[in-house]
């Protein structure tokens, strides 16, 4: 159970283009996702808090005009990384929270998606 | 703020020797704290957890931590490493009772095992 399944999970785009990532709970319901990334050999830094129904809460220094965040229903968020540019190449990695034990802090994270923007 | 410190940026170990891997965090109150491992190109994987309780948890993969309230640690062990345990470690602190709030990870830990 409490499987998060991400896709694409390689994609390759040209600069200027926009990419769209999504995040499915499969077999839970999911309030509350979240949007990571990590560059190579780093740890995972926290992007943006998605919650479903309601505008998603950017973390300080992240353009929230550049990645775009919809929750539209429980069990999927999508991210877009709008005009990419090859400085937003990266690993990005999602995370649902089970509506179920909420309280207990868990995530279940993605697999992760790599964008290369050439 | 919450914030987690990995203090080992690499280790390596020989197949077959104990391993431990440092965690310390910074939070007021009762953290929740966990321990996933990453596979290079892979998502997150989660080794184990901790609530509340009893402070030894013991986690898949033959791992355990010892959660001490008094060092501000969670320190991941396991008694015989294998090849296949070469992977990247982080420690995360969630916060109590906040079900919105993401988790904090340290920067990770590279993990490699020699024969």
């Known amino acids: 159970g409490a499987v998060v399944s991400q896709h694409p999970s390689w994609v390759i785009c040209k600069s200027g283009t926009s990419v769209k990532i999504e995040c499915r709970s499969l077999?839970?319901?999911?309030?509350?996702m979240f949007w990571y990334r990590q560059f190579p050999k780093q740890s995972l830094m926290l992007m943006a808090t998605s919650n479903e129904g309601s505008k998603a809460t950017y973390e300080q220094g992240v353009e929230k005009d550049k990645f775009l965040i919809n929750h539209a229903s429980l069990t999927l968020s999508t991210l877009t990384v709008t005009s990419a540019h090859p400085e937003d190449s990266s690993f990005y990695i999602c995370?649902?929270?089970?509506?179920?034990?909420?309280?207990?802090?868990?995530?279940?994270f993605g697999e992760g998606s790599r964008l290369t923007v050439l | 703020a919450q914030s987690v410190t990995q203090p080992d940026i690499h280790i390596t170990v020989s197949e077959g020797a104990s391993l431990e891997l440092r965690c310390n965090y910074s939070?007021?109150?009762?953290?929740?704290l966990f321990w996933y491992v990453q596979s290079p190109g892979q998502g997150l994987q989660l080794l184990l957890k901790y609530f509340s309780g009893d402070t030894l948890v013991q986690g898949i993969k033959g791992f355990e931590a010892e959660f001490k309230r008094s060092q501000s640690s969670f320190n991941l062990r396991k008694p015989s490493v294998h090849w296949s345990d070469a992977a990247e470690y982080f420690c995360?602190?969630?916060?109590?009772?906040?079900?919105?709030?993401?988790?904090?990870f340290g920067k990770g830990t590279t993990l490699s095992v020699s024969s």
């Open positions: 995360a602190v969630g916060t109590a009772n906040q079900a919105g709030t993401a988790l904090i």
């Open positions: 995370s649902a929270r089970d509506d179920r034990v909420r309280n207990t802090g868990e995530l279940f």
């Open positions: 939070y007021g109150a009762t953290p929740y």
């Open positions: 077999d839970f319901q999911a309030t509350t």
